[in-house]
Nanobody
Framework: QVQLVESGGGLVQTGGSLTLSCTASGHAFRSYTVAWFRQAPGKEPEFVAARSWTTNTYYADSVKGRFTISRDNAQKSVLLQMNDLKPEDTARYYC?????????????????RGQGTQVTVSS
């Protein structure tokens, strides 16, 4: 069993930066693909970024060049560095782990997910 807990959300102005953190329990974490998703009110979950248990990284086009996903297996954590934030980045961000299959962008393809942390970008 893996539990994921996100932190680091908050209110930031357009152009600002935030770093989200996702801390995991469970010894198998280091072998999982991990990902960040976001969901705005009234919308479907949206893929943001993913990182395999090796070094492969994947990003949504909307965040490419602005967001960076990284992981620290020793600390069992996944970070999402978000720069140049825009109002359209406003959403609840949650992390997911244990990809089942190969479609890393599908929110239902992960065995575990956290409760999320709110990011609000003011214009």
């Amino acid at each position: 069993q893996v539990q994921l807990v996100e932190s680091g959300g908050g209110l930031v102005q357009t152009g600002g930066s935030l770093t989200l953190s996702c801390t995991a329990s469970g010894h198998a974490f280091r072998s999982y693909t991990v990902a960040w998703f976001r969901q705005a009110p009234g919308k479907e979950p949206e893929f943001v970024a993913a990182r395999s248990w090796t070094t492969n990284t994947y990003y949504a086009d909307s965040v490419k060049g602005r967001f960076t996903i990284s992981r620290d297996n020793a600390q069992k954590s996944v970070l999402l560095q978000m720069n140049d934030l825009k109002p359209e980045d406003t959403a609840r961000y949650y992390c997911a782990a244990q990809l089942v299959g190969t479609n890393y962008a599908g929110p239902s393809n992960y065995g575990y997910r956290g409760q999320g942390t709110q990011v609000t970008v003011s214009s």
